[in-house]
């Protein structure tokens, strides 16, 4: 048997910034390196950030990818640090003639390096290029086709790339004929809640095929519509669970592993494996530390995290510190207020009530009282002169003076988001937005909306786990229980309550789910119990919505088939869902 | 030799409905039979319509068109149209086994249907699905394998759709080996312009290759932010060009061909290849009709129309019948108005001038001419009261007052629209969009932004274009001179010009270019002879304005690589070009 001390960095690294990253990158090194480790192993395109999108097709992109992992090998070594080997994620190209147009082009791959001695010493393509959901690498990057195994300490450790061990076949399969004894995927997994564990089941399924022990190591930090959770797993070849980190921080997860030695040859080298020897000969046996195995969030729980990171992470890598939000005294706003206190602090967070002459006492009240909860900074701008303004000159009526007020509360947010230099924040949440139930460049103006991909009944259940939370550690709960128990409002006619326009949330969200997230049809949905009328009273609702999603802010997705950039419908179509 | 009349229907069909495609494929296929055709074809998914983007992951969708290509064959021969074969794109699936991960799987195809007698009697699934650019095949189709080729009078006549034929290898090799005397592509090909004419150079060299005829049938209309243009080709083995559609407008192409006789015997189908024999015998000799060659626009005119079909189709499609927009009296506004006015007639076109207290006489002044030449509604409303009803209260200076008064501007428009039900059109240019030189919630708001993808030099040429085609009909030119004389400017603040804050517009449009759609990096635009302090300046604004983009509404593409859906960048990005 060998030992090898493995360290897992679950970092956060930040689009495009290669000097950040890499900086990032060495300081984790030398963590990895006061353990004692043997190896140490960054993300996927943790030194360029991922995903790049279309900076990949960026010539001077790739280019300053390529020098930037050239220099960081040199700088590692220069730290002292030579001696580790190290694994890291970047953006490389292939070789020319992998276009199947134009010989001469030669495609961005999305690849590892292995770095030691102030070189690279190995290099790994991904295989399989994920095209579907949040994911267009079959867009940007070639397909690589060979297999990388480094010996490290005398153990075999073969090199794979997220997406590889998702599909049947490929590097799995090869890293088996290879005979290796640690098979190292470097992800950037986004987090999806109601996902159970698959992210386990799947690396002790490929563990087991691939006859040997598997690292699952996951990017952390949001970027624009994606949270990286982090949640790496370490499992052995039955499948059982060595050590897992943290979700949604970052840690070096170090863990000693005990593989069996080497027994493969390079003369053995099969066609398509590349083989590098980094140190032959095993460490000398030593007392392994404790593995380490962190405790997984509940349900709730960490989709609340997953937002407070993603919007946290927006505003930081953005360059922004301060955000401005409408405060309608109901429990959208409060559930993003209490959000954002917890992402950038209350003290760069900006409520604006902003009543007309339909809000009731209560919302103003429960606005002044979240912001006392919160301890945001809290100001309060009644609407009226501005509407009047309007309504005097152009005799708006109906719909467009309900649409009227909203957007002069934009304006209003807007106007401090230039003057201040906030972010502003939209606070709608998805049931509206699915539905349409909300104001173009009126309620749903802002930089970021953290509820995007949130349906109304989860708001509750977030806005109760937070209470909860707080009042478990004795601090005051930030959501006013009144915001939470009332019916919810727009407020912009007198009266006026959501289920006016809309079935009650708990059947509108199940039937979001399965058409929206379970791509269901009308049949289907009535199948499953659901009344006809209701349902195409929803199905063509989401129908009709979809230039106005199209103009929505980017915001944290937590589901499988969220709206934004990964549900791409057209915006003209006859296509009439209840007709079916 | 044999003798083949082919009717290439070159339609505008409407994504999602299925019935109202059928409908006019029903209605074409009657004209080409009374032309004596023996043979139809209609373009790639034309009885869905083109792109569906993710309606192919909804099963109901692509049962319906399933359903709807059955209901059409027995259709047409209920209307006594049996006897013609008719080749139809539409969507289809592959059978169970096609899906890399999930076995029972069945994928979504991009499909073409030959209908006979009442039913479908060949099938045919594209091969090559493109994914770059506006391209996202991959995502939601599963490719074809095998080649169809069908005997229509003596005839053998391969199928292809469109990608087919612009990677190598495929269905044009298949069908040279399989012996067709003709390849009969259907394509849904949107226009570029600046292209020269890469269609027909590629029809040739895949007639060369495929060693026979070739016809290249394109669909026509706006699909969001593609404008098919027709143009249908058809070419002999030589690439000689035998027959031209026109451009931007439906068509039946028809043409009679002299084939060789198929030498081929169902005997030596080869694997890969399905035959299907439709009428064997050769049709008796007959006298042929003169080939249609359709004259090309110029360059300028092609993008003006391409223009107004774009906003047409978008209008109409959606179900709308009118729009507004606001009119500066600067140029933007004023072609925008004039494409309007060409798209939907002036009648439907509610123009609306907001002066400020920072517009200028000739502001007002240009407005009301456009407004008298084009016959266009026209109304003044001045934005002072609404301004100052938020500066009382708010106390916005510098940017966030400049902002405001477009803001306000947004809202009128935007009331109007809700209010009287028209469509309100953003009239922002693609310099301004690129460098973000615009309000977000300001002037960039609107359903639809006829712009978006033009140039400012361009919309100088396009304003003289549609001026000089005026008067050279002896028509009232649309576009005041003024407008197109006059320097531009926003007028959000005293003697205020374009040029404050941006670089000469020749300047900035040609760094754009390189930059946008070159992809190219900050050396090589400096290398290519721009000032490095200008470069800096252009590369930092467009690299900062990717959220604005991300907000702003559809417009109609008219290069290769446009903002949009097509240029998909991370908005949280560090990456600095000037730091390359």
Chains 1, 2 share one sequence.
Request: negative net charge.
């Amino acid at each position: 048997m060998a030992q090898l001390r493995l360290a897992l960095a679950q970092v956060n690294a930040t689009v495009g910034d290669l000097g950040g990253n890499a900086e990032m990158i060495r300081l984790w090194t030398a963590k990895a390196a006061e353990t004692g480790a043997h190896l140490v192993a960054f993300p996927e395109m943790a030194l360029t950030g991922y995903p790049v999108e279309d900076l990949a097709l960026r010539t001077s992109f790739v280019d300053a990818s390529r020098e930037a992992i050239e220099v960081l090998a040199a700088d590692l070594d220069s730290d002292g640090l030579g001696e580790l080997p190290v694994v890291v994620g970047y953006l490389d190209r292939a070789a020319a003639g992998t276009s199947d147009g134009d010989p001469a082009r030669e495609l961005p791959q999305n690849c590892a390096a292995v770095l030691h001695h102030g070189a690279v010493v190995a290099r790994y393509a991904k295989h399989h290029l994920p095209t579907y959901g949040v994911f267009d690498e079959a867009r940007v990057f070639a397909p690589g086709h060979d297999l990388a195994v480094v010996r490290v300490r005398g153990v075999d450790v073969a090199l794979a790339i997220c997406e590889d061990i998702w599909q049947e076949g490929g590097p799995v399969s090869m890293a088996r004929e290879a005979g290796a004894e640690l098979l190292l995927v470097l992800n950037g997994s986004p987090y999806e809640r109601d996902k159970d564990d698959t992210r386990l089941e799947l690396a002790a399924r490929r563990a087991g095929q691939a006859e040997c022990a598997l690292a699952y190591l996951n990017l952390v930090g949001g970027q624009d519509e994606l949270v990286f959770d982090g949640d790496s797993i370490v499992v052995d070849a039955a499948g059982r669970v060595l050590a897992r980190g943290p979700q949604f921080v970052e840690d070096l997860v170090v863990l000693d592993l005990d593989l069996a030695e080497s027994t493969f040859h390079p003369a053995d080298v099969t066609e398509g494996v590349a083989f590098t020897s980094v140190t032959e000969e095993a460490a000398p046996p030593y007392a392994a530390r404790p593995a380490p195995e962190a405790p997984r969030l509940d349900p709730v729980g960490e989709v609340y995290q997953a937002l407070v990171l993603g919007l946290r992470d927006y505003v930081r890598k953005n360059g922004m510190s301060s955000v401005v939000l409408g405060l309608s005294g109901g429990i959208d706003s409060a559930l993003v207020a209490a959000i954002a206190c917890d992402a950038v602090g209350p003290a760069n967070v900006y409520g604006v009530s902003m009543p007309s002459e339909y809000s009731s006492d209560h919302s103003k009240d429960d606005a002044a009282d979240l912001a006392e909860r919160t301890g945001l900074n809290y100001r309060v701008q009644p609407i009226k002169p501005m509407v009047e303004a309007f309504l005097t000159h152009l005799g708006l009526t109906g719909v467009a003076e309900e649409n009227l007020q909203a957007r002069c509360r934009g304006v209003i947010l807007m106007g401090l988001s230039n003057q201040e230099g906030h972010l502003t924040l939209a606070t709608g949440n998805k049931s509206e937005l699915a539905t349409g139930y909300s104001t173009i460049y009126g309620d749903s103006v802002g930089g970021f909306a953290p509820l995007k991909d949130v349906p109304k009944t989860l708001v509750w259940q977030l806005a109760n786990w937070r209470n909860a939370e707080a009042e478990a550690s004795g601090e005051t709960a930030p959501i006013p229980p009144n915001s939470i128990s009332k019916p919810p409002s727009a407020e912009l006619r007198p009266g006026q309550v959501d289920q006016d326009s809309l079935p009650p949330y708990e059947k509108l969200d199940a039937i979001l789910e399965l058409y929206v997230a379970g791509a269901q049809g009308r049949a289907q949905l009535i199948e499953a119990g659901f009344d006809e009328a209701v349902v195409d009273k929803v199905v063509s609702l989401v129908d009709r919505a979809e230039w106005k999603r199209r103009q929505f802010a980017p915001g944290p997705k937590i589901s499988a088939l969220a709206f934004g950039r990964d549900r791409r419908l057209p915006i003209t179509s006859r296509w009439r869902e209840q007709d079916s």
